[in-house]
T-cell receptor
């Protein structure tokens, strides 16, 4: 039973390029969450999606960041025109539901480095 | 802001029980306590969660005080692979209960 999959594991981009991070949830999970972790800090919530719907994007920067979870395929976190401050680890989590007792399981993360 | 307070770091000898405390004095009646850990550079790993009763699984035990203002995660026989940052998280009620609010956690170092 595969866990949450994320790819790529490491991504290097130059300033101004686009970064695409992919997340495949655990089997049977239709709720996906993205978190960002800066060095030496805890994770920060970015966005919560269900299939084809963005439920809460209150943690996303207003510009350059977008997320989707299409009917078929993985969830995508897209960062346009990356800047050095976007360098971080991005983690995806999935769950069966959104209730307080629905455990979120995390993927291995994508480490984005912006040169 | 995180609703929990944890010591920044702890040491434990290999083979001994590691007891990690967490204060959550403002917890509400139906809010759950979750524990995750993050081994260096890896994704957070779910450990255990509980409401008011003590819980045990194959990884750890969770002891919640009767007033629910604090809890302790117990790793019964710590190994070197248990060295990690341990996060105690209160799942808050309300519309945004799915947002996990992460504090700084406790850096647990298991020593041989």
């Amino acid at each position: 039973n595969a866990g949450v999959m994320q790819n790529p594991r490491h991504l290097v981009r130059r300033r101004g390029q686009e970064a695409r991070l992919r997340c495949s949830p655990m089997k049977g999970h239709s709720h996906v969450y993205w978190y960002r972790q800066l060095p030496e800090e805890g994770l920060k919530f970015m966005v919560y999606l269900q299939k084809e719907n963005i439920i809460d994007e209150s943690g996303m920067p207003k510009e350059r960041f977008s997320a989707e979870f299409p009917k078929e395929g993985p969830s995508i976190l897209r960062i346009q025109q990356v800047v050095r401050g976007d360098s971080a680890a991005y983690f995806c989590a999935s769950s069966r539901g959104f209730q307080i007792t629905d455990t979120q399981y995390f993927g291995p993360g994508t480490r984005l480095t912006v040169l | 802001d995180a609703k929990t307070t944890q010591p920044p770091s702890m040491d434990c000898a290999e083979g001994r029980a590691a007891n990690l405390p967490c204060n959550h004095s403002t917890i509400s009646g139906n809010e759950y306590v979750y524990w995750y850990r993050q081994i260096h550079s890896q994704g957070p790993q779910y450990i255990i969660h509980g409401l008011k009763n003590n819980e045990t699984n194959e990884m750890a035990s969770l002891i919640i005080t009767e007033d629910r203002k604090s809890s302790t995660l117990i790793l019964p026989h710590a190994t070197l692979r248990d060295t990690a940052v341990y996060y105690c998280i209160v799942r808050v009620l309300g519309d945004s209960n799915y947002q996990l609010i992460w504090g700084a956690g406790t850096k647990l170092i298991i020593k041989p």
